[in-house]
């Protein structure tokens, strides 16, 4: 057994050595051929990159015309590609360092500037394509009628590929000056019709003043937009924010330099009206706050929009001086506050609830202007600088201003109603203009802000002028007192001369009074058919009813022969009379 195991080993061992000799004599073949593989592949990458440099010098005589030609603005692809070859063709010889090769390099880069050449000029003729003025209708459209979206990919395409190409093709490509020539007549030529509307335009002028129909409304609602427009448009064109800061600002500076100068001339022209015909105004300083505002402060991060700003300021400012020129004329400083014969309604009492009524209508825009100057701000003129001064809510300066006018105004009636020389005129005068604010301050939209506080203070100066004015027929009533006449208890059948002619004098007294009453204020007037009515009838359940019961009494007695001559008028006849007062006769 133990032989029949050494001859196995024996034999093992003589394998071993057998395969120790095999290896021996093939591992030097076998690192041949990894040699003789090595270098066949270096050789095959030898030929080809051989074969790409022959065809990268090759290539200038190849692409020359086509890229000296210029692109076909139809299909632009085609030239790109050659560009792209050439700018491959230029790192390829360049990285094989081959000194001979740098004329060819030069070549191909002078043909790649060329090239770029090319592109600008497209790219100028396709900006220029793009940027044909458009008219307000498209301006006030949607977004793609400024331009279209084709065109923008378009643009947008060719010059991200010229910019991502500058550090290859070793040529800086500036389009700046071509896109600030060709945008800036584009923005100022489409708004250019607004500014001449503007300057020739009357409709923002006047109490008539109609909201949305001031051409500056437009005017900035199109500059607005277009500038909108050409910020978005500039971030895809111009990637560098430095760059598209410079080129936007010589962009846009035409075409704000007329808005400007159209808004200052307008601000020029409110400032020489009365505050009543100024509300479009608050139209255009309320679409701005609205719609304008966060845009402009935006684009005012990238570039200055001072001139714009401070137009709006100065919008404010003006309004602000009308407020205290509107407190000023209720306080009669400013000019002499005619009274009129009749004692009717005056025209600053309509005026100032008008103006009250309009400034309700446009509260959005009156009651941040309000919190700049605070309670009372309205009293002074105007501060140099707008700012937020009061943490009173812009309402609550509303209902104060509105509160201040009345007090102001009820102050300057009370002292203009001295002016007239009957006290009866000055009367009728307060009564008519407080009635004329409570019926004012009762309806829309001013009883959104008067509370029944204020409805009852006038309520209760209408009532005082109405009792004041009765006692204007006082002399009348006091010649129609009882005359009653008792002897020993009985009342006296017979009248003695002097008592006869006392009844003489009452009749006589009492047509003279009343004669001159009635003659007098059928030349006054009461213009509110509720009050005048409601005056008249007061005046009949006391006047008439008197006149009566003394008509009746004395006109079957002896206190005269004549009766005709001291009974002028029956019961019906005063009724008549009284109903045709504040009548005036043409």
Known sequence: MNG?????SNILDSFDGRLSKLEASILPIHRATQNLTKLANNIESTLKATETIVDCLNMPSKEESFILKGPDENDVLPYLKAMGRLREGVGSIEKSQLRSCDKTIYRMKQLLKAGMLHLE???????????????????????????????????????????????????????????????????????????????HSEKHQGISYEK???????????????????YTFSALIIKIETRRASVLKSTISLATSEYVTAGKQLNANAKKLNYTETTFLFDIIDKYDRECYYFIEELDKLVPMVEVTDLFRAFKFTVLKNFYDFMEDIRGKKEVMNLSADGTVHEMTSNTLNYLKR??????????????????????????HLDTVTDASGAQLLDAFFEDALEQLVQTLQVKAR????QTLSTLFLLNNYNHILRQIRSPPLNAIFDDKSEMKFGTLVKKQLDSYQESWKPCVENLMDVTYVRGGAIKSSMGSAERQLIKDRFKNFNTEFEEIAR??????????????????????????????????????????????YIRYDKNGIDKMISHLFEPTA
């Open 4 to 8: 029949l195991s050494d001859k196995l």
């Open 121 to 199: 000029t497209l790219f100028r003729k396709w900006l220029s394509a793009a940027s044909h003025p458009i008219d307000i209708p498209s301006m006030l459209g949607p977004n793609d009628a400024l331009m279209s979206n084709s065109a923008v990919k378009q643009l947008y395409q060719l010059s991200t590929y010229m910019i991502s190409s500058e550090e290859e093709v070793g040529y800086v490509v500036d389009f700046s000056k071509s896109y600030i020539e060709i945008r800036s007549v584009f923005l100022q030529t489409s708004l250019h019709p607004l500014a001449s509307a503007v300057l």
């Open 212 to 230: 949305g129909t001031s051409e500056f409304l437009k005017y900035t609602e199109c500059y607005t937009r277009l500038l909108s427009s050409e």
């Open 359 to 384: 400034l309700y209508t446009w509260r959005e825009a009156v009651e941040p202007l309000l919190v700049t100057i605070g309670e009372g701000g309205w009293n002074v003129p105007p501060p140099t």
């Open 419 to 422: 002016g007239y020389k009957k």
């Open 520 to 565: 007098a204020q059928q030349t006054y007037a009461i213009p509110d058919p509720e009050l005048r009515n409601q005056v008249i009838r007061d005046v009949k359940n006391v006047l008439v009813p008197m006149y009566g019961r003394f008509l009746d009494k004395y006109q079957g007695s002896d206190f005269t022969k004549n009766p005709a001559k």
